[in-house]
C-alpha cells in the first residue's frame, strides 16, 4: 500500500493571532480577568510604583 505525504497523517499546525482587549487593565491582566474571584480582590492604589 503507497501512501501519500500527509494522507491519513495527523499534522500539527501553530498559528498566532493577535487580538486587541479593549478594556481597563493593570497593564498584564484585563479587568474582568482580574475579577474572577467576586468579594476577595479588593483595589489598591499603591504610590510610587513602577513596574
Known amino acids: ?3 501519500k ?3 491519513e ?3 500539527t499546525v ?3 493571532v493577535s487580538v486587541i482587549v479593549e478594556e481597563p487593565s493593570d497593564g498584564l491582566l ?3 480577568t482580574q475579577m474572577a ?3 476577595c ?3 489598591v492604589e499603591l504610590l510610587h ?3
Do not use: A, D, F, R
Open 1 to 3: 500500500m503507497i501512501i
Open 5 to 7: 505525504p500527509c494522507e
Open 9 to 11: 497523517q495527523w499534522v
Open 14 to 16: 501553530t498559528k498566532t
Open 30 to 32: 484585563p479587568l474582568s
Open 37 to 39: 474571584l467576586p468579594g
Open 41 to 43: 480582590l479588593k483595589k
Open 49 to 51: 510604583m513602577n513596574h
